[in-house]
């Protein structure tokens, strides 16, 4: 079929289609990946917040350790959190980030309290899970759009070579 001008016809306009769609998809699992990630960091940032203002209106002294909703949660005095932060950053001033602790990636949140400071953290693989869903979303649209690619490569080459 590559021999006649329709075979040609087809494979040209099957490849460029084709790459088209790979491109686009590409770029789709870029923006998703990185909307994804910041979506992530904006969330757990306002969170951080709501819970260092419940903690502000209830003074209290007392190290707490706790999961809510997948997050981890921790409250101690400004010198027990430096653990909890990565190397280089203060225990007075608020950050995000990611952080390693005990062989398992977090993003973090902290925010400075008085005499005490707050950090959640979030494990990140569980971010993980939820691009990988969309990737395979995408994946499945990609190969529709090379199904489709094909028969409108196919119906294109026919129409261009026929009169010829």
């Known amino acids: 079929m590559t021999e006649s001008l329709q075979g040609r016809l087809f494979a040209a ?3 460029a289609i084709d790459r ?7 770029i789709g699992a870029y923006l998703a990946h990185r909307a994804t990630a910041q979506s ?3 969330s757990l940032a306002k969170r951080a917040d709501l819970l260092a203002v419940q903690e502000q209106q209830q003074p209290s002294y007392i190290a707490e350790d706790y999961t809510s909703d997948s997050n981890r949660v921790v409250v101690d005095r400004l ?4 653990t909890f932060l990565p190397s280089g950053r203060s225990v007075s001033q608020a950050s995000d980030g990611k952080v390693r602790l005990n062989g398992t990636t977090y993003h973090y949140s902290y925010r400075p ?9 979030r494990p990140a693989k569980l ?10 979303d ?3 649209v990609g190969l529709v759009g090379a199904v489709l690619a094909t028969v409108l490569s196919y119906a294109l080459s026919r129409s261009i ?3 010829v």
């Open 79 to 82: 010198s027990a959190m430096a």
């Open 20 to 26: 088209s769609v790979g491109i686009t998809v590409s």
């Open 161 to 163: 070579s026929r009169p």
């Open 127 to 136: 971010g993980s899970s939820i691009w990988g869903s969309l990737l395979r």
């Open 113 to 121: 309290i008085g005499a005490r400071g707050l950090e959640l953290l």
């Open 13 to 15: 306009v099957f490849a």
């Open 138 to 140: 995408l994946g499945l």
């Open 40 to 42: 992530t960091a904006t």
